[in-house]
């Protein structure tokens, strides 16, 4: 057996490899086979794992409110927005660059030539201790930890079928105690997470969208695609809450994501803009 495709394995949302990027794509088990649902369209199935009841109900609210944003028509219409903006975006090292255009197709199943299907359950966790209010507001507005990922089951876990989003407290801090752009940057995280549980193989959490993978680098001006989808929903968020009004959707993007200067997601932007202040680059603390 040759060395694993690490690719394949995990999704990257800032860099951090969960535990089941050392192991082979993970099999359905006897007792828990893999069923797609052949409905058409942005339908991820993701649900809350193991975390303690006092999160629970705020990490399932989270998650409706993502999956929500994620299968609007206001996204659709803003990811077509976009994609007029950045033709085409990078997928994966098999895939490499694809139209814009096409990814949608293949987020809502649509594509005649690519069965790429939403993995039947994918479980979020968090990680980290709580979440502390950061003294000032020039860097993260939340002291805790900022790992994101995405990937199969770990191996030795009850019901390897499914899959695990990993989040690191940050992000939760900003959807249940941040400020609405803080939020918006919560929304850009999850959704950006999900989008790594379209899977290429109904019987294997083979990724069909990936951002970090060996020895592979998009060219500058080139969105990855899991992070062109993040920050799609974000924006779309902030106009949809009158954050931003739509001339502004632009200026959202390349405030959080510009490939142009080879930056995926600015994170630390999410804690630039209080107090109404306008989204706009130019605008951010820290440049």
């Known amino acids: 057996m040759g060395k694993p495709n690490y690719a394949q394995l995990v999704g990257f949302g800032v860099g951090l490899c969960l535990t089941a990027c050392s192991n082979e794509p993970i099999a359905p088990t006897a007792q828990s086979s893999a069923v797609f649902d052949p409905t058409k369209g942005i339908n991820p199935n993701i649900v809350v794992g193991e975390v303690s009841p006092k999160d629970a109900d705020a990490l399932s609210q989270w998650i409706e409110e993502a999956v929500a944003l994620f299968q609007s028509p206001k996204f659709e219409t803003n990811f077509m927005r976009a994609s007029s903006l950045f033709p085409e975006v990078y997928v994966s090292k098999s895939q490499d660059i694809i139209l814009t255009s096409l990814l949608l197709q293949r987020l809502k199943t649509d594509d005649p030539y690519l069965s790429a299907l939403w993995w039947p359950k994918t479980y979020v966790v968090l990680n980290g201790e709580t979440a502390v209010q950061s003294e000032n507001r020039e860097g993260f507005g939340f002291e805790a930890l900022r790992n994101a990922g995405a990937g199969p089951f770990p191996v030795g876990e009850i019901g390897t079928a499914t899959g695990e989003i990993e989040l690191g407290r940050l992000h939760f801090a900003r959807y249940t105690q941040g400020d609405t752009v803080e ?10 997470e999900i989008s790594h549980t379209l899977s290429d193989r109904p019987d294997i959490f083979w990724m069909h969208v990936l951002d970090t993978e060996e020895d592979v680098t998009p060219p500058r001006g080139i969105f990855e695609a899991s992070y062109f989808v993040g920050i799609i929903a974000q924006c779309t968020y902030l106009e949809d809450v ?4 739509p001339s502004g959707f632009e200026a959202c993007i390349r405030t959080f994501s510009d490939p142009a200067s080879a930056s995926r997601f600015r994170s630390i932007a999410c804690d630039d803009f209080p107090d109404g202040t306008a989204i706009r680059p130019e605008n951010r603390i820290i440049q």
């Open 183 to 192: 939020k918006s940057c919560a929304m850009n995280t999850m959704v950006h």
């Open 242 to 245: 009158g954050r931003i009004d």
